[in-house]
């Protein structure tokens, strides 16, 4: 019997990312005869408690304070650390999104215990559980056992079945009174920006299109777009380009950027490397356009079309256009 925790993230305070629910399905997976619990840490998040059981939890355990509205560690921290008392889970899962990054050591390190990141699978083993993970860029991939308890793991969105909701279920709430003085934190948030952007996002997009040097000038960018509509996708795009000022780093994609996980991934005039391989090597199909025969990209692709990228795209898209309007 396994209890699993898992800290749920969730959009605006409206609605559960997927991501959420990916983890909850999971953790039901490997519980068992066990427990899943989920956690609201936020501002005006209460309500989301009755999403949390559809997806498969039995507690839902709630911080519920103005002070969460934005994440800051030294606020998330002692909440976390709390209802991770309340609750005294054998597993915890997180996201691997930024905020997870940050907790997650930071809670192993308070609990004296170890965590596995960017973890892609996750199993059961002769009564424990085991975390795989990839290194090398994606190249290769490592069984992770924790020995301490509870183990942390943070999971990379999209690696997960995200199981159907059942909104009959319900769920045991409990509210944990958790108010950091915010006149005690070291950070203080000045000022937040909101990228506005048109369509699904990158981590959620279950087909991306990705530009890179290749596309010669940020001008190609406009051909992904269009694509990208086509496909109800997103566009991504590597460092050098975002570097270079062609499009906003919030769509880079790779070490230093977003790990994408989407069920097809178009890789547009990107050579592959390492640093943009560790954030797309978890897609289920990789489709690469390159005129480079030995890109490195290519050795990891499913299909690979090798020649001038611009009257490759151009014939794709009037066909996907085709297909749409049929």
């Known amino acids: 019997m396994t209890r699993v925790f898992v800290l749920c993230e969730f959009s605006e305070g409206s609605t559960l990312a997927p991501l959420s629910g990916e983890m909850i399905g999971a953790a039901r997976r490997i519980a068992g005869d066990g427990g899943v619990d989920a956690a609201l840490v936020g501002s005006g998040v209460a309500g989301l408690a009755a999403q949390a059981a559809a997806y498969g939890a039995d507690r839902v355990f709630v911080a519920d304070n103005e002070v969460f509205a934005d994440y800051q560690a030294e606020a998330f921290m002692p909440a976390l650390a709390a209802l991770v008392e309340s609750a005294d889970p054998d597993v915890i899962l997180m996201g691997q999104t930024n905020a997870g990054r940050d907790l ?19 199993k059961t083993d002769g009564g424990g559980v085991q975390f795989t ?19 942390i793991a943070t999971v990379r969105p999209k690696s ?35 990228v506005e952007s048109e369509g699904v996002r990158l981590e959620d997009a279950d087909v991306v299109i990705s530009g890179g040097r290749g596309l010669g000038n940020s001008d190609g960018f406009r051909e992904l777009e269009e694509i990208a509509k086509l496909l109800r996708g997103a566009v991504g795009a590597s460092r050098a380009v975002c570097d270079m000022g062609w499009y906003p780093v919030a769509n880079q994609v790779g070490l230093t950027g977003k790990v994408v996980s989407p069920t097809l991934y178009i890789a547009v005039g990107i050579s592959g490397a390492s640093q943009h391989m560790a954030g797309c090597a978890g897609s289920k199909n990789i489709v690469t356009i390159n005129k480079d025969p030995d890109a490195n990209i290519i050795a990891a692709s499913r299909f690979a079309v090798v020649g001038d990228w611009k ?15 049929s």
Not at 104 to 122: G, Q, S, W, Y
Not at 166 to 175: L, N
Not at 311 to 325: A, D, N, T, W, Y
């Open 133 to 151: 993970r990839p290194f090398f860029g994606g190249a290769a991939r490592a069984d992770v056992a924790i020995k301490g308890r509870p183990a």
């Open 160 to 194: 997960q079945d995200e199981p159907e909701q059942d909104a009959s279920r319900s769920a045991e709430t409990i509210t944990v009174d958790v108010s950091p003085d915010p006149a005690t934190f070291k950070v203080r948030i000045i000022e937040t920006t909101q």
């Open 311 to 325: 009257p490759i795209v151009e014939g794709f898209k009037k066909k996907v256009g085709e297909l749409r309007s």
């Open 104 to 122: 997650a050591p930071r809670l192993a390190f308070r609990l004296k215990t170890a965590a596995a990141m960017d973890v892609v699978e996750i």
